[in-house]
């Protein structure tokens, strides 16, 4: 009988390490919208949004010509992408201008890319 390496078969409860743990562990209102976070990762036409804002500051129209996609549809994601609080925008006349949000999206973004690209390399 093949024995399952992802459970434990120990019923001893090490306190220390629970106790060390918990201590460090954010609250859970935090861990939900870290959560919520990741979610908005979670769909290709935002993550293509986003990779072309790390290179220049674009309109709702640019976006839509680049990924071959409605207006509407683009306008749907950026609005998602700005309440996750990942673009902003400024305007310009008539026309609206998106970039990211802040640094900090192209470092998760970076850190993300790179764990896949490493998973490739395997």
Avoid: W
């Amino acid at each position: 009988m093949r024995e399952d390496i992802n459970a434990c078969n120990c019923s001893e409860i090490h306190e220390d390490i629970v106790n060390e743990v918990k201590g460090v562990m954010p609250e859970d209102e935090m861990l939900y919208d870290l959560a919520e976070l990741f979610k908005v990762f979670g769909d290709t036409t935002r993550i293509k949004i986003l990779y072309a804002l790390f290179s220049k500051e674009m309109c709702v129209c640019d976006i839509a010509s680049l990924l071959g996609m409605t207006h509407s549809a683009i306008s749907h994601q950026l609005r998602v992408l700005k309440q996750a609080r990942l673009v902003k925008f400024r305007k310009e006349g008539k026309v609206v201008y998106y970039s990211l949000d802040d640094s900090h999206i192209s470092q998760i973004f970076d850190c993300g890319l790179n764990h896949i690209q490493e998973t490739y390399k395997r």
